[in-house]
C-alpha cells in the first residue's frame, strides 16, 4: 500500500514522531540527532553552541498578540534557551507569494525586530524568494538560530525520580487563540497568544544557581506531548495534578465546545521545567518576577509507577493515563 503523509504528521504528536523516528532518523542517523532536543548541542573547538532550525506557517498570519513574524522569532529564541544557550545569531528565509501587501510585510518585519531587542539576537544572513500566486498561501518564513550555551546539561535524558514538575504559564493559549481567529468565534474576552521570547528567564534561573535538568517550550502537541517525550526518554513515570494545570477559562470553553484537550494545545511562550524538588521554591521565585512566567507553577512530579507513561490525578481522586495527541488538531498552529 503507498503511503501518503498526512497533516497529522506535523501536528508535533504521535504521527510527527513516527515519521521522524522512521524516515529521518533512518536515512540522517548520527548521535547528535538521535537526542531529540530543542536544539543540537555542538562544541566547536573550545565553544559549546546551540543550534536550532524552525520553519513557520501559521494561519492567520495576525493573530491577538502577534504575528507570523514575531512567532518567528520567539520561537527560535526559545529553542536555543531550552539549551541554556544565550541567543546570539539568526539567519532567515522569507517565501513571499506575488503580490502580498509590502505594507503588511513590513508590520511583520518590524515586529520581529521588536522581538529580536528583546534579548539583542541579530539576524546575520538571510534568503528572500517571491514564487507566483497560489504556490504559498502569502507568506512563509524559515530561521535558523544558534546560541552559545552557558549553562552544560539541559536534558530530556537527565529526569530523574524526584523532580518535580514546572509550567510557566496557561497551557493552550496560543491554540485556542490562532482558533478562534481563524475559525471567527465570538469570545467574550481578550484571549490572545502566549508568544514571547523566554530568555530572560531562563538566564535568571542560571544567574540564580537553579538546578536545572530539562527544560522544553510546548509548541506542537502542547503540555502532553512534551510530558510523553520526557517519560520516555528518559524512562520514568510522570505525574501530574489536573487542578494545578493552569488553564484559562476562555480556553477551557473553546475546548468544550469544539471538543478538544487543552493540554493538546500548542503553546509559544510557556516552558516545561523538571528539577529536583529542593530547587523548586528557588526557581518559582525566579520565575515570578517576570511577566513571561509570572504564573508558574508546579503541576506534578516524577516517580516508578508505570515507566514512559504520564498519569493525570483528576479533580475526582481517579486517575487516567494522559496520552500523546493523536491526529491533526490544528494544523498550521506555528
Known sequence: MTKNILLSHGGGGEETQHLIKELFFKHFDNDI??????????????TQIAFTTDSFTVSPLFFKGGNIGKLSIAGTVNDLSMMGAKPRYLTCSFMIEEGFSYEKLEEIVISMRDEM?????????GDTKVVPRGSVDGLFITTTGIGEIIYQGISAHHIAQGDVIIVSHEVGNHGACILATREELELESELQT??????APVEALIHAGVKLHALRDATRGGLSAV????????HVCIEVEEVKIPVAQEVKGVCELLGFEPYE????GTMVIALPKEEAQKALEVLKGFQETAQSTIIGDVSSRFMDKVILHTPWESERFLEPPKGELLPRIC
Open 117 to 125: 531587542a528583546k534579548t539583542g539576537v541579530k539576524i546575520v544572513a
Open 33 to 46: 540527532l538521535l537526542r531529540m532536543e530543542d536544539a543540537a548541542a555542538l562544541t566547536m573547538e573550545s
Open 227 to 234: 510530558l510523553n517525550e520526557w517519560a520516555e526518554t528518559s
Open 194 to 199: 502566549d508568544c514571547a521570547s523566554l530568555w
Open 265 to 268: 494545545f500548542a503553546n509559544e
